[in-house]
């Protein structure tokens, strides 16, 4: 049974990597592209806090909670998004569906561990601006890109002290980048086309330590840090230039820039070091209450394939609170008395500069986790959020996300009684 889990598991999840449809973004051109949450769908509907744990909830982002698990826990998340562009003079609406992630996690003993796969980040932006030749002739300058890169992650959790825990996750990073610049001018039929291939794949690291202090027998107090430290990835890069037909025709023209001879054939892209610190308090089995601060030193961000010139990054930062609360967890007489409802609510501001305006992101959240047959249950929740303003230096994008996940729980490591 084990074994088929397993199996069933690495198929599904390299069939969906490959599938992934990534951003609509255009804020996705920066650095890696439009970084995602890599956490549940039960800490991201309560604003992203990550310092609440169980026995029977995965916390992705947080490998010490692992050594909480109690039973073998398989965690889904999906997501539908619809993103609504707006600048001084257009707008446009466009919708994806993704994997948020796919993992499982184990009790074993005096430990825990899980290991699983999460899109890191996404790449999908198409944007044009027309401009009038220096003779006079209309012109169309196209911006696009595709991919994103994904993490392969194992983690183990250690109960290190009675009331401590302690965790680390090493992710493997890989996926492949495409940024396509492109002029077409009025009455040619070909247009020209510089195309950046980038090829990323390396290693990153995590870590956590947890503390979860009882209080006056029925309340709690949680404490969380996690620490990603700055990793550097490789990345393998192709540059062509061609030029081709505005239908998307046979090529007419097609050079490969020698990168070698610069050097910028393979390069190097550094995952930012981040600090997360987080501290809650609630009543076990009814309500929680957290927050959590994110640090991201992002400033010294650079890739040197892929530079733009009106785009510098800053140190990031963002604010989650967030919680739950449970009518009545034990209840016979009414299923909605033992549903979690959670909430949530972040402010961040971006790493991204964009002529010289930082960027800045604002969510609420609100989600239901709906008990299933055992202790599984199903987790649907609702996000709404913008970013940027509305000027001729940016545009507002405003989303509405729709998330549905599963943690369904089963026992491993069974002893027979009988032979």
Same mark, same amino acid.
């Given at each position: 049974?084990?074994?088929?889990?397993?199996?069933?598991?690495?198929?599904?999840?390299?069939?969906?990597?490959?599938?992934?449809?990534? %951003?609509?973004?255009?804020? %996705? +051109?920066?650095?890696?592209?439009?970084?995602?949450?890599?956490?549940?769908?039960?800490?991201?509907?309560?604003?992203?806090?990550?310092?609440?744990?169980?026995?029977?909830?995965?916390?992705?982002?947080?490998?010490?909670?692992?050594?909480?698990?109690?039973?073998?826990?398989?965690?889904? &998340?999906?997501?539908?998004?619809?993103?609504?562009?707006?600048?001084?003079?257009?707008?446009?609406?466009?919708? !994806?569906?993704?994997?948020?992630?796919?993992?499982?996690?184990?009790?074993?003993?005096?430990? &825990?561990?899980?290991?699983?796969?999460?899109?890191?980040?996404?790449?999908?932006?198409?944007? $044009? !601006?027309?401009?009038?030749?220096?003779?006079?002739?209309?012109?169309?300058? @196209?911006?696009?890109?595709?991919?994103?890169? #994904?993490?392969?992650?194992?983690?183990?959790?250690?109960?290190?002290?009675?009331?401590?825990?302690?965790?680390? !996750?090493? *992710?493997?990073?890989?996926? #492949?980048?495409?940024?396509?610049?492109?002029?077409?001018?009025?009455?040619?039929?070909?247009?020209?086309?510089?195309? *950046?291939?980038?090829?990323?794949? &390396?290693?990153?690291?995590?870590?956590?330590?947890?503390?979860?202090?009882?209080?006056?027998?029925?309340?709690?107090?949680?404490?969380?840090?996690?620490?990603?430290?700055?990793?550097?990835?490789?990345?393998?890069?192709?540059?062509?230039?061609?030029?081709?037909?505005?239908?998307?025709?046979?090529?007419?023209? +097609? $050079? $490969?820039?020698?990168?070698?001879?610069?050097?910028?054939?393979?390069?190097?892209?550094?995952?930012?070091?981040?600090?997360?610190?987080?501290? &809650?308090?609630?009543?076990?089995?009814?309500?929680?209450?957290?927050?959590?601060?994110?640090?991201?030193?992002?400033?010294?961000?650079?890739?040197?394939?892929?530079?733009?010139?009106?785009?510098?990054?800053?140190?990031? @930062?963002?604010?989650?609170?967030?919680?739950?609360?449970? /009518?009545?967890? #034990?209840?016979?007489?009414?299923?909605?008395?033992?549903?979690?409802?959670?909430?949530?609510?972040?402010?961040?501001?971006?790493?991204?500069?964009?002529?010289?305006? /930082?960027?800045?992101? *604002?969510?609420?959240? +609100?989600?239901?986790?709906?008990?299933?047959?055992?202790?599984?249950?199903?987790?649907?929740?609702?996000?709404?959020?913008?970013?940027?303003?509305?000027?001729?230096?940016?545009?507002? $994008?405003?989303?509405?996300?729709?998330?549905?996940?599963?943690?369904?729980?089963?026992?491993?490591?069974?002893?027979?009684?009988?032979?």
């Amino acid at each position: 049974m084990v074994k088929k889990y397993v199996v069933s598991f690495f198929l599904l999840t390299s069939l969906i990597v490959s599938a992934q449809s990534g %951003s609509v973004s255009p804020y %996705s +051109f920066s650095g890696l592209g439009e970084v995602n949450f890599r956490g549940t769908h039960a800490n991201r509907t309560m604003g992203g806090v990550e310092v609440f744990t169980d026995s029977i909830h995965l916390n992705l982002l947080n490998p010490g909670s692992y050594g909480d698990l109690k039973f073998t826990t398989y965690s889904l &998340g999906v997501n539908y998004k619809l993103n609504n562009f707006a600048a001084t003079d257009v707008s446009n609406a466009r919708a !994806t569906a993704n994997l948020d992630y796919l993992a499982i996690g184990v009790p074993a003993g005096i430990f &825990g561990f899980g290991f699983g796969v999460v899109p890191y980040s996404s790449v999908g932006y198409r944007v $044009e !601006t027309r401009a009038l030749t220096d003779a006079g002739v209309n012109s169309i300058n @196209r911006f696009e890109g595709e991919g994103g890169l #994904n993490q392969a992650f194992f983690s183990v959790g250690i109960p290190f002290l009675k009331y401590f825990n302690v965790g680390a !996750t090493i *992710n493997y990073g890989f996926g #492949n980048v495409l940024n396509q610049t492109a002029q077409i001018i009025e009455g040619i039929t070909n247009g020209s086309y510089l195309s *950046n291939q980038s090829s990323i794949s &390396g290693l990153s690291y995590n870590l956590s330590a947890n503390v979860n202090i009882p209080l006056f027998k029925k309340y709690y107090f949680k404490g969380m840090y996690a620490l990603q430290p700055e990793a550097g990835l490789t990345s393998r890069n192709l540059q062509t230039f061609f030029t081709q037909s505005i239908d998307g025709g046979s090529l007419v023209d +097609f $050079e $490969e820039i020698n990168l070698a001879a610069t050097g910028d054939d393979i390069t190097s892209i550094n995952l930012t070091k981040t600090n997360r610190i987080g501290i &809650g308090f609630g009543q076990s089995s009814k309500w929680f209450l957290g927050a959590q601060l994110n640090y991201i030193n992002s400033s010294n961000f650079k890739n040197e394939f892929f530079q733009q010139k009106n785009i510098s990054y800053q140190d990031a @930062r963002q604010i989650s609170v967030g919680g739950f609360y449970i /009518p009545q967890y #034990n209840s016979f007489s009414s299923y909605w008395k033992r549903v979690v409802y959670r909430f949530g609510l972040r402010s961040e501001k971006s790493s991204l500069v964009i002529n010289n305006i /930082p960027l800045t992101e *604002n969510g609420i959240s +609100f989600g239901m986790g709906l008990p299933m047959r055992g202790l599984s249950n199903a987790n649907v929740g609702i996000e709404i959020g913008q970013r940027g303003e509305k000027s001729s230096q940016q545009f507002k $994008e405003s989303y509405f996300s729709l998330r549905i996940g599963l943690s369904l729980n089963d026992k491993w490591f069974i002893k027979r009684k009988f032979n």
